[in-house]
């Protein structure tokens, strides 16, 4: 079965500066891999997904994620952090059968 | 669009309780529908996944169950809540590969 670890459980960047969270996922096909977020009380939020095709791929609210099938990444990245983006994210990967496991989730602080 | 409800946003209810949460979704047929649960400061644990009326997979031995009475509707339940009951619980319903869509969340507290 799949899985996917994210190493970080929370980092703090000051805004305005670049952001890279990581997900390292295990799975033995082509995987389907996802980029959630969560804001406090809240449902999760889809960030952006890769089925196949170029493995850069951009998502809503100035996020991208960059797919490396050598390193089994699929690391979320935004150039300039703003406080708004402080929340919970999770990394997701999903196989041909309907399942889908999340990692731990990578906590975001934004210093002002 | 495909929309899906998730009620109530928030519950307190005492050790030894019954439990119902209750999530339909909207603008889809015979979707895949998944109970989560989200202890503080930890991921999401999958709890129950249905792919069908009356069909019910549970992914851990626990004090809660679930039930799909209709195509569109998801319900979890327990006779008896515990302390640790307590935690975000979240609605979700999938076609890979296009991810989950999840619910707004009930935090249930359980006093």
């Known amino acids: 079965a799949q899985s996917v670890t994210q190493p970080d459980i929370h980092i703090t960047v000051s805004e305005g500066a670049s952001l890279e969270l990581r997900c390292n996922y295990s799975?033995?096909?082509?995987?389907?891999l996802f980029w959630y977020v969560q804001s406090p009380g809240q449902g999760l939020q889809l960030l952006l997904k890769y089925f196949s095709g170029d493995t850069l791929v951009q998502g809503i609210k100035g996020f991208e994620a960059e797919f490396k099938r050598s390193q089994s990444s699929f690391n979320l990245r935004k150039p300039s952090v703003h406080w708004s983006d402080a929340a919970e994210y999770f990394c997701a990967v999903g196989a041909g059968n309907n399942d889908m496991r999340f990692g731990a989730g990578t906590r975001l602080t934004v210093k002002p | 669009s495909q929309t899906i409800h998730q009620w109530p946003a928030t519950l307190v209810q005492p050790v030894g309780s019954p439990l119902s949460l209750e999530c339909t979704v909207e603008g889809t047929s015979n979707p895949n529908l998944y109970w989560y649960r989200q202890a503080a400061g930890r991921g999401l644990q999958l709890l129950f996944y249905?792919?069908?009326?009356?069909?019910i997979s549970s992914e851990v031995p626990q004090n809660l169950s679930a039930s799909r009475p209709q195509d569109r509707q998801f319900i979890l339940s327990s006779k008896k809540l515990l302390l640790s009951d307590s935690g975000f619980y979240l609605c979700a319903w999938s076609t890979l590969p296009y991810g989950y869509t999840f619910g707004s969340g009930t935090r249930l507290t359980v006093v």
């Open positions: 249905s792919v069908g009326i009356g069909q």
């Open positions: 799975y033995g096909a082509t995987p389907y």
